[in-house]
């Protein structure tokens, strides 16, 4: 099926299950890479994955293409991320600065990225990433945010979607270079 | 335009990352549900379906009480407002004007005339002339239409009645004024010449005089036709 994100969904809105199926799959990667890369569970990071979709589902009637698509999804993505955060005990102002979320998993070396030490290097550098930060440069990646859709996307300001972008740019760069 | 906040080194690196992608499973739930969604399309619209179900009939409810608070509310305020028409009985006393009676002879033929004269034929063009302008008054008519108590009835028929048809209230609130009126005239000119000539007729000659002197007391205009002169005065 052709047509825009906006297209789509508003076709969804009317009805038009087919569409979903086109948005879905469009998005599908990217999201779930998001989530996972940002709580590093598979489990949790499917559950949260469908709970994510399940509101977009829900949603429909209420979506207006005011913004971009996938603007509005990595919205809900955040708002559903930041209830975990919450549930975990971490407050939104922590989220720059905290290094592990508590309860995070002992992080064990990841199988496909066994021998190739750079990668997981790098990985373990993202991982590392306060969830502010590591967020921006998920959302950066994965969406194909600018600054300026990441502080809409995260309800922050500019000039703090710029920092967290900027920092952890810098450390994933110096992942690269060890 | 470069975006200074992009490192294409680090995004590189990035997309070396092992492609995840969700289970199978997983995306077949989505989907599964989706589609339950867009087939129970009204689902998010179930309130505003039933709110405006509920509305409709109470809508129709409000306009039909309204309706009906309307037409009671008209029902019951005609009768009064028919209570301030009827003339006063200094009114009634005076003589209509000239202009006026004459429709009112030619809609509705008083019924006194050929009671008063049996045989059309007869009477002289003075006479008639002179009979003619008081019976021509709309004042027999009502006096000779309902009786007081029927219009009381009527009345009362007409408010109690006031849920029923609109006619048939209409009908009610008509006679009532009719009744009203009737009962606002004691006797007219014309009954009471006949009533003084009654008296003269039985003999009863003072009280046909004190009538007389209080008929031309009450009704000093009134011109009084030949023939009836002739029966109401002493000989």
């Known amino acids: ?33 998001f989530v996972l890369r940002s709580v590093r569970e598979r489990a949790l990071a499917e559950e ?30 955040h708002h559903r991320l930041v209830d975990h955060w919450r549930k975990k005990g971490l407050q939104l102002a922590a989220l720059d600065d905290a290094i ?53 996307a995260t309800g922050a300001n500019e000039e703090a979607a710029k920092s967290r972008l900027r920092y952890a740019l810098s450390k994933l760069k110096e992942a690269l270079a060890e | 335009m470069t975006d200074p906040l992009h490192d294409d080194a680090v995004s590189r690196r990035y997309r070396e990352l092992p492609p995840e992608e969700p289970p199978r499973a997983l995306d077949e739930a989505i989907l599964a549900a989706s589609q339950r969604a867009a087939q129970a399309r009204p689902a998010p619209l179930v309130a505003p379906t039933g709110r405006r179900r509920w509305y409709v009939p109470l809508a129709a409810a409000a306009v039909i009480v309204l309706a009906a608070g309307l037409g009671l509310h008209l029902q019951l305020e ?7 028409t009827p ?44 009979e003619s302008r008081p019976m021509s008054a709309p004042k027999p008519q009502a006096m000779e239409a309902p009786a007081p108590a029927a219009g009381a009835r009527a009345d009362d028929a007409s408010r109690e009645s006031a849920r029923q048809s609109r006619d048939r209230a209409e009908q009610s609130v008509a006679s009532s004024a009719m009744a009203k009126r009737s009962m606002a005239i ?3 000119p014309e009954k009471a010449l006949e009533r003084i000539a009654e008296l003269r007729k039985a003999g009863k000659d003072d009280e046909a ?19 009836m002169k002739a029966k109401i005065e002493r000989r």
């Open chain 2, 78 to 84: 005609r009768p009064e407002v028919e209570d301030v």
């Open chain 1, 48 to 77: 949260l994955y469908q709970e994510i979709w399940m509101r977009v589902i829900e949603a429909r009637s209420r979506y207006e293409p005011q913004a971009k698509f996938t603007t509005w999804l990595f919205t809900i993505a």
């Open chain 2, 87 to 130: 003339p006063s009985p200094t009114v009634l006393a005076a003589p209509p004007p000239q202009e006026a009676r004459p429709k009112v002879a030619e809609a509705k033929p008083p019924p006194q005339k050929q009671s008063a004269e049996p045989a059309p034929a007869a009477p002289a063009p003075p006479e008639r002339s002179a």
């Open chain 1, 100 to 152: 592990d979320p508590p309860g995070a998993p002992d992080l064990e070396p990841h199988p496909i990225l066994e021998g190739k030490q750079g990668l997981e290097r790098f990985l373990r550098a993202l991982e590392a990433l306060p969830p502010a930060q590591r967020e921006a440069f998920l959302l950066h990646e994965e969406a194909g945010m600018n600054v300026a859709e990441i502080a809409r």
């Open chain 2, 186 to 188: 004691e006797e007219t």
């Open chain 2, 209 to 227: 005089d004190r009538a007389l002197a209080e008929f031309r007391k009450r009704y000093p205009d009134f011109r009084i036709s030949d023939e």
């Open chain 1, 1 to 33: 099926m052709e047509g825009s994100d906006e297209a789509l969904m508003l076709n969804y809105r009317e009805g038009g299950a087919a569409a979903f199926e086109e948005l879905y799959r469009r998005h599908k990667a990217a999201l779930f890479r």
